[in-house]
């Protein structure tokens, strides 16, 4: 079949889902997110070893070359790449320049300009500038109007033209820290830690520009009208003249700052705690951990070449880069990544264990729910071929669905599926016993052991199987049996959906595991549901769950039994009501309660929005009738608005199914706009912002009045609470697969997220 074919009867299948559906198709009501490019921000690192000394600044001149300033002389960021770090090497371009002992350097006219014991030199115009100084122990210098130059010491400043010594005055309040030059009025701003003073080389006097205390760093606005002022806690901006022009502001991702830059028109800061740059709304895009930097402590910052900013830390620099690109182009890198990386047997895996973050040195390892993850990217291709007629993508989803096949076949237990299969000999078998199931379990779970051996003796499989994996499968199951365009694959879902579905309902709503007894989580049924409270969340949720089960098991292969029992659970044990229970209803257990009720209900867990919103898509489009439609929409309405506050697009689009017109589609676009290119988990920090406003600990879990953006925070992956501020360094590396390619290719299928522009 041709492309063109394919996408013609793409066009057909949307407007038929619409009318299955039973929304208006976007183009008549709900918005569309025009794809067009926009600026991606990612980073290239280079590590510096003992070797190096201790980094100072970092420049680029006219021909994009990069040169570091260190203790140890001159170097150079060599064979750096995206997540595959580079080194910091001695810079021997020019022996002469290599072989002399530089204090400073600085841009001037777009070259290089170095500061030794003898002299201010540069490599560049034909090698002319070389303005001796006659100043023993140089340290710190700044380039005027017309190859003038103002050089410090350790306490006096000296104005230096031609090889000619003009000015010389003592310093009188300790080291200068740093020197700046307006070209606006031909001035030299020099900044110590409790005064900023102004030199006018017309007429060679010092004056008092501004007095105060704990200053660190200054900057120049290139307007030439702002000078800001980095101090031990936040900024402040003075005019041209030395008047102050706004109030401290302290309000900052960290307030201990190290140096300022304004750079294309944004300002920069770094501090002891990373990096961050100031936006047009007032908030900030902070960069922090190995994801972005080498080090914390950030010692320079200044523009690099082809659009990129260069943070040096005091580990190494962090080169931010700023792509164009459309969020199509984004899902590519990501579609690249996971086939090349993150596919083990057809399973949407994590990589693990890396070495020093080096996805090369990573293994493929099983996870608890390699069922759930790959269910949910099988759903991505499935979606991308819809929308573009991929063949690739179709054989994306085949493949991920031959091991959502061999989950159920491995077994020998029809109706069954377990977690994940390996090879034999390479997990271990262990008790995996959890001591909080001591508050309700049946005798002897404590001897479990979930992994078994298969009848093939070359693969072991893993069991226990629980209530969110089944979800995936249904899922998937769903949209294979309702928009595979080939009848024997579709069969092929069709059987897996009846026998799992017959299997939970002639075992009494349980999923019963390989020894005879319900999976710890498996367990649908009224005796176990009905036991909660009301407020009590697995009340609600499992309800939901199964009524969507057995809805889509009916609608595919028309046996009764599945209408039956879904019926009897509305009727006679209250399973509607239950489902469309509000969520302002849902909290902690009452203190009667018993404990196994008190450990569910502690805290709200996120993954059980996951399970929600994923078989919303089983849920609302089978109901029995449209009544029953209608309290769906709402319950799924009821929901996404306790949830939007974490801006998902996963659960917007997942309500979008249902033809709402307002599903915080800007929200959504910003999330996949700020989801980070690098999947690495590195180190998190967040609780030690001064920008954030904080909340009260709730049962929810939101810590702050607004989540930050997916590039800041811990947690990308939907089953996690977007508002957790800080992590640990995991090695290992997420994948897309789940966490981007599910939300980009389902909002392409609504209509929503419109095919790439220019």
Same mark, same amino acid.
């Given at each position: 079949?041709?492309?063109?074919?394919?996408?013609?009867?793409?066009?057909?299948?949307?407007?038929?889902?619409?009318?299955?559906?039973?929304?208006?198709?976007?183009?008549?009501?709900?918005?569309?997110?025009?794809?067009?490019?926009?600026?991606?921000?990612?980073?290239?690192?280079?590590?510096?070893?003992?070797?190096?000394?201790? #980094?100072?600044?970092?420049? $680029?001149?006219? %021909?994009?070359?990069?040169? !570091? +300033? &260190? =203790?140890?002389?001159?170097?150079?960021?060599?064979?750096?790449?995206?997540?595959?770090?580079?080194?910091?090497?001695?810079?021997?371009?020019?022996?002469?320049?290599?072989?002399?002992?530089?204090?400073?350097?600085?841009?001037?006219?777009?070259?290089?300009?170095?500061?030794?014991?003898?002299?201010?030199?540069?490599?560049?115009?034909?090698?002319?500038?070389?303005?001796?100084?006659?100043?023993?122990?140089?340290?710190?210098?700044?380039?005027?109007?017309?190859?003038?130059?103002?050089?410090?010491?350790?306490?006096?400043?000296?104005?230096?033209?031609?090889?000619?010594?003009?000015?010389?005055?003592?310093?009188?309040?300790?080291?200068? #820290?740093?020197?700046?030059? $307006?070209?606006? %009025?031909?001035?030299?701003? !020099? +900044? &110590? =830690?409790?005064?900023?003073?102004?030199?006018?080389?017309?007429?060679?006097?010092?004056?008092?520009?501004?007095?105060?205390?704990?200053?660190?760093?200054?900057?120049?606005?290139?307007?030439?009208?702002?000078?800001?002022?980095?101090?031990?806690?936040?900024?402040?901006?003075?005019?041209?003249?030395?008047?102050?022009?706004?109030?401290?502001?302290?309000?900052?991702?960290?307030?201990?700052?190290?140096?300022?830059?304004?750079?294309?028109?944004?300002?920069?800061?770094?501090?002891?705690?990373?990096?961050?740059?100031?936006?047009?709304?007032?908030?900030?895009?902070?960069?922090?951990?190995?994801?972005?930097?080498?080090?914390?402590?950030?010692?320079?910052?200044?523009?690099?070449?082809? %659009?990129?900013?260069?943070?040096?830390?005091?580990?190494?620099?962090?080169?931010?880069?700023?792509?164009?690109?459309?969020?199509?182009?984004?899902?590519?890198?990501?579609?690249?990544?996971?086939?090349?990386?993150?596919?083990?047997?057809?399973?949407?895996?994590?990589?693990?264990?890396?070495?020093?973050?080096?996805?090369?040195?990573?293994?493929?390892?099983?996870?608890?729910?390699?069922?759930?993850?790959?269910?949910?990217?099988?759903?991505?291709?499935?979606?991308?071929?819809?929308?573009?007629?991929?063949?690739?993508?179709?054989?994306?989803?085949?493949?991920?669905?031959?091991?959502?096949?061999?989950?159920?076949?491995?077994?020998?237990?029809?109706?069954?599926?377990?977690?994940?299969?390996?090879?034999?000999?390479?997990?271990?078998?262990?008790?995996?016993?959890?001591?909080?199931?001591?508050?309700?379990?049946?005798?002897?779970?404590?001897?479990?052991?979930?992994?078994?051996?298969?009848?093939?003796?070359?693969?072991?499989?893993?069991?226990?199987?629980?209530?969110?994996?089944?979800?995936?499968?249904?899922?998937?199951?769903?949209?294979?049996?309702?928009?595979?365009?080939?009848?024997?694959?579709?069969?092929?879902?069709?059987?897996?959906?009846?026998?799992?579905?017959?299997?939970?309902?002639?075992?009494?709503?349980?999923?019963?595991?390989?020894?005879?007894?319900?999976?710890?989580?498996?367990?649908?049924?009224?005796?176990?549901?009905?036991?909660?409270?009301?407020?009590?969340?697995?009340?609600?949720?499992?309800?939901?769950?199964?009524?969507?089960?057995?809805?889509?098991?009916?609608?595919?292969?028309?046996?009764?039994?599945?209408?039956?029992?879904?019926?009897?659970?509305?009727?006679?044990?209250?399973?509607?009501?239950?489902?469309?229970?509000?969520?302002?209803?849902?909290?902690?257990?009452?203190?009667?309660?018993?404990?196994?009720?008190?450990?569910?209900?502690?805290?709200?867990?996120?993954?059980?929005?996951?399970?929600?919103?994923?078989?919303?898509?089983?849920?609302?489009?089978?109901?029995?009738?449209?009544?029953?439609?209608?309290?769906?929409?709402?319950?799924?309405?009821?929901?996404?608005?306790?949830?939007?506050?974490?801006?998902?697009?996963?659960?917007?689009?997942?309500?979008?199914?249902?033809?709402?017109?307002?599903?915080?589609?800007?929200?959504?676009?910003?999330?996949?706009?700020?989801?980070?290119?690098?999947?690495?988990?590195?180190?998190?920090?967040?609780?030690?912002?001064?920008?954030?406003?904080?909340?009260?600990?709730?049962?929810?879990?939101?810590?702050?009045?607004?989540?930050?953006?997916?590039?800041?925070?811990?947690?990308?992956?939907?089953?996690?609470?977007?508002?957790?501020?800080?992590?640990?360094?995991?090695?290992?590396?997420?994948?897309?697969?789940?966490?981007?390619?599910?939300?980009?290719?389902?909002?392409?299928?609504?209509?929503?997220?419109?095919?790439?522009?220019?």
């Amino acid at each position: 079949m041709s492309v063109m074919m394919v996408k013609k009867i793409s066009a057909l299948f949307l407007l038929c889902y619409a009318n299955v559906f039973g929304i208006s198709t976007p183009s008549n009501q709900q918005p569309v997110y025009s794809d067009v490019p926009y600026v991606q921000d990612f980073a290239v690192k280079f590590f510096a070893d003992s070797s190096v000394g201790l #980094l100072n600044k970092v420049f $680029t001149d006219r %021909n994009g070359v990069v040169q !570091i +300033l &260190t =203790s140890r002389g001159l170097y150079l960021p060599a064979n750096g790449h995206f997540q595959y770090p580079g080194q910091i090497k001695s810079d021997r371009r020019y022996q002469p320049i290599a072989d002399k002992q530089i204090s400073d350097m600085l841009i001037y006219h777009n070259q290089f300009v170095y500061l030794d014991k003898e002299a201010v030199l540069s490599n560049a115009w034909a090698g002319k500038l070389f303005s001796r100084h006659q100043i023993t122990t140089p340290e710190k210098f700044c380039g005027g109007a017309d190859f003038d130059f103002l050089i410090a010491t350790g306490d006096s400043l000296f104005y230096v033209k031609d090889s000619r010594r003009i000015w010389v005055e003592k310093m009188r309040h300790g080291p200068v #820290l740093e020197i700046k030059y $307006t070209k606006s %009025n031909n001035h030299f701003l !020099i +900044l &110590t =830690s409790n005064e900023i003073w102004s030199f006018e080389p017309g007429e060679t006097r010092l004056v008092s520009f501004y007095r105060g205390t704990d200053f660190t760093c200054m900057a120049l606005g290139e307007a030439a009208s702002s000078v800001f002022i980095g101090t031990g806690d936040g900024y402040f901006i003075l005019d041209n003249h030395g008047k102050i022009k706004g109030p401290l502001d302290n309000k900052l991702p960290w307030p201990q700052l190290t140096c300022i830059s304004e750079i294309d028109g944004k300002l920069w800061f770094g501090s002891t705690r990373g990096a961050f740059m100031l936006r047009e709304d007032g908030k900030f895009n902070y960069y922090f951990g190995e994801r972005w930097l080498p080090g914390k402590i950030v010692k320079h910052i200044s523009a690099g070449p082809e %659009n990129s900013v260069l943070i040096l830390t005091d580990n190494g620099l962090g080169q931010i880069c700023f792509e164009e690109m459309t969020l199509e182009e984004k899902a590519m890198i990501f579609e690249k990544q996971v086939r090349q990386r993150q596919v083990r047997y057809g399973i949407n895996s994590q990589l693990s264990r890396l070495q020093n973050h080096d996805p090369s040195t990573a293994q493929n390892l099983v996870a608890d729910s390699d069922n759930l993850w790959t269910s949910m990217y099988l759903g991505s291709q499935l979606f991308r071929y819809l929308v573009t007629g991929s063949s690739e993508a179709k054989q994306n989803y085949y493949e991920a669905f031959e091991a959502l096949e061999r989950f159920h076949e491995i077994n020998g237990i029809t109706g069954l599926f377990g977690r994940s299969f390996e090879r034999r000999g390479y997990h271990e078998f262990k008790q995996e016993f959890r001591d909080y199931v001591d508050h309700y379990w049946y005798e002897g779970y404590q001897g479990t052991v979930s992994w078994r051996h298969a009848q093939d003796p070359e693969w072991d499989w893993r069991a226990s199987a629980s209530s969110d994996q089944t979800v995936g499968q249904i899922f998937t199951l769903t949209l294979m049996v309702e928009y595979c365009d080939d009848e024997p694959w579709r069969a092929r879902a069709v059987k897996l959906l009846d026998e799992l579905m017959t299997y939970i309902v002639e075992n009494d709503l349980c999923l019963i595991d390989y020894n005879g007894l319900p999976s710890l989580w498996g367990r649908w049924h009224p005796q176990y549901v009905n036991r909660f409270d009301t407020m009590i969340g697995d009340r609600k949720i499992y309800s939901s769950n199964i009524i969507a089960f057995l809805q889509v098991a009916y609608h595919f292969t028309g046996k009764e039994l599945f209408r039956n029992k879904a019926t009897e659970l509305i009727e006679k044990y209250g399973y509607l009501d239950n489902l469309m229970r509000p969520f302002s209803e849902i909290g902690r257990a009452p203190a009667d309660a018993d404990e196994w009720s008190k450990m569910l209900s502690e805290e709200w867990n996120h993954s059980d929005d996951e399970m929600y919103f994923l078989a919303y898509w089983s849920l609302y489009p089978y109901a029995f009738n449209d009544e029953l439609k209608e309290k769906y929409r709402e319950a799924i309405r009821d929901h996404w608005e306790w949830e939007r506050p974490e801006k998902n697009p996963l659960w917007n689009f997942c309500y979008a199914m249902t033809g709402a017109i307002e599903f915080d589609l800007d929200e959504s676009i910003w999330h996949l706009k700020e989801f980070p290119l690098d999947l690495i988990q590195f180190e998190t920090k967040n609780s030690h912002r001064k920008d954030i406003e904080f909340v009260e600990k709730n049962f929810w879990g939101q810590t702050t009045t607004e989540v930050l953006p997916p590039d800041e925070r811990p947690h990308v992956k939907h089953n996690h609470n977007f508002f957790d501020l800080d992590s640990g360094d995991r090695n290992c590396e997420l994948s897309a697969g789940d966490t981007f390619l599910l939300p980009y290719w389902m909002g392409r299928f609504l209509g929503v997220i419109s095919a790439p522009g220019k």
